[in-house]
């Protein structure tokens, strides 16, 4: 993570107003209707994110006290949660986000400075410092006011933001066995992915398309790939990023 925690931080919590925004102006009929992700409504969106919220509870306590907490007790848990909370009345689901959000945010004030040097795993079980629970909260957030596909998009982002995201997820993807080698060029922000051009197919375009396209949000038309030859191909498939 190359922004300091203060900085995650901040993101997570606008991003937590923009989605609470963007809930509050649902009618009630538009909980149950599809949402952007396959095979969720929007109300399984929402549901994840109160979710989401409690699983930060709890990675801030293992941080903080030092007992293992881990973010949900398991893949198959987290799942039939999401699927029950989604049934609820829209009143309910709204109270849920507003209530767990606003509970983490209190939880993220009052932790001791130096509980943020603790070691936790994320979700895919791999070591990380507490700092970077600003980093996976400001990401659902975001990532997940686009998934509630009401108007909201990735240019909706704050723009360093974006920047983090495209550098995070290309290296995260170059780490995999299974992940292309890409180099990534921002055309707005005259920005490249990783440092180094090297033998990878390149990927350029607008900043927020290549962050819809590389969290698997879609293949923006705006995108062109390349080879390190420069002959123009179509754009490389990818793995899941998380």
Known sequence: M?????????????????????????????????????????AHVLTHVARNADAMLNLLHWARTGEQTPAYASDEARDAAIDEGASRTPAEIRADVVATSDKLALTVKSMPEEAWSARILNRQGREVPATEIGWMRAREM???????????????????????????????????????????????????????????????GPVADLAAWLVGRGRPRALRATTPQGERVPLPALPAWL
Do not use: N, Y
Not at 21 to 39: H, I, T
Not at 166 to 178: F, G, I, P, Y
């Open 142 to 204: 975001w990532i997940h006011s686009v998934d509630l596909d009401v108007g909201a998009g990735f240019a909706d982002f704050p723009q360093p933001m974006l920047c983090e995201l495209v550098r995070d997820v290309v290296a995260t993807l170059d780490a995999r066995e299974d992940g292309p080698a890409l180099l990534v060029v921002a055309s707005d922000k005259s920005m490249t992915w990783p440092a180094g051009e090297g033998d990878r197919t390149g990927v350029e």
């Open 2 to 42: 190359s922004h300091p925690l203060s900085t995650t931080l901040a993101w997570a919590g606008d991003g937590a107003a923009h989605l609470r925004g963007l809930m509050d102006r649902m009618g009630d009929d538009a909980f149950r209707a599809p949402s952007a992700l396959p095979g969720w409504s929007r």
